[in-house]
């Protein structure tokens, strides 16, 4: 009986072992991800896949990860054909661990700083080019399975975006899946900021620019199709449109600008067939 006891206790050892051994390895993998030749061999690895899978040329200059999950990168730059696509100075993501494991993304925040971006001839009828001084973005949590999305605020400061539609291309509608994510939204901010639409075909531009704009609790229900805020204020805009033809046949409001917009309202909610400001 003795003899019997120890090899089932040396079985039971050897097979403890054995079990073991991809845990250790797997703890001493993330653990060496913290250690910074890795990460820099990491990133190598992965701007490679990228640019071959992608055909664009993907360089980023630091990467660091801290525990448990703060990444730090600058000096990010994605081109193809020495065309410069997207590049940007620092992007900061901090993502808490736990909430992972339950299926729930919870962001501690995305910084982003001097952004730039321009799709070029990328997209079919569509040149979008602009620029990004800083972001930053606090997420509650993002529930992934029941498309549910807490943010607690929303910084965009001295921001450009230029979009130019040109003669898109007919294709057939393809059946997609519905979107039925649910956004809230506490708080956001947008501040020295600038947008501008233009159809070269039409001779017709847009645009404006933002002084302050403040939004406070915010719902986004895409699946039912209702918005609402609950406080908007804005302040020291102004916008324009103007349709680039001069004729004394020309209509009143071909020609329109506005500056020193500065209005505040509450309780502004729109359904299909409805419509509340106060």
């Known amino acids: 009986k003795k003899k019997k006891s120890s090899i089932l206790y040396k079985l039971f050892k050897t097979v403890l072992i054995i079990l073991s051994i991809p845990i250790f ?78 299926g729930e993304v919870e ?12 799709t070029h001839e990328l997209i079919d009828g569509i040149k979008a080019s602009g620029e990004i001084g800083y972001f930053r973005t606090v997420a509650r949590n993002i529930k992934l399975e029941e498309e549910i999305a807490d943010l607690r605020q929303i910084h965009l400061h001295s921001a450009s975006l230029n979009v130019e539609l040109g003669d898109m291309p007919q294709e057939e509608e393809e059946e997609s899946a519905p979107l039925n994510w649910i956004v809230r939204l506490r708080r956001g901010n947008i501040e020295n900021s600038r947008f501008n639409l233009s159809i070269p075909g039409d001779t017709l531009q847009a645009g404006g620019g933002i002084g302050k704009l403040r939004i406070d609790n915010a719902v986004i229900d895409l699946g039912m199709a209702v918005y609402s805020v609950r406080n908007f204020a804005i302040s020291n805009s102004n916008v324009k449109y103007d349709k680039g033809y001069s004729s004394r046949d020309e209509a009143p409001l071909d020609h329109i600008a506005i500056n020193d917009i500065n209005i505040g309202c509450r309780d502004i909610h729109y359904s299909g067939d409805s419509t509340k400001v106060h």
């Open 107 to 118: 962001v501690n925040y995305v910084a982003l700083e001097k952004i730039s971006l321009d």
């Open 25 to 102: 390895l797997l703890w001493l993998l993330i653990i060496a991800l913290y250690i910074p030749p890795v990460q820099r061999y990491v990133v190598d690895t992965l701007c490679e896949e990228a640019s071959s899978g992608t055909g664009f040329d993907v360089e980023i200059g630091t990467f660091h990860l801290s525990f448990p999950l703060t990444l730090n990168v600058t000096d990010f730059k994605v081109s193809r054909n020495d065309t410069l696509f997207a590049a940007g100075e620092q992007a900061n993501v901090s993502i808490s661990l736990l909430p992972l494991f339950q």
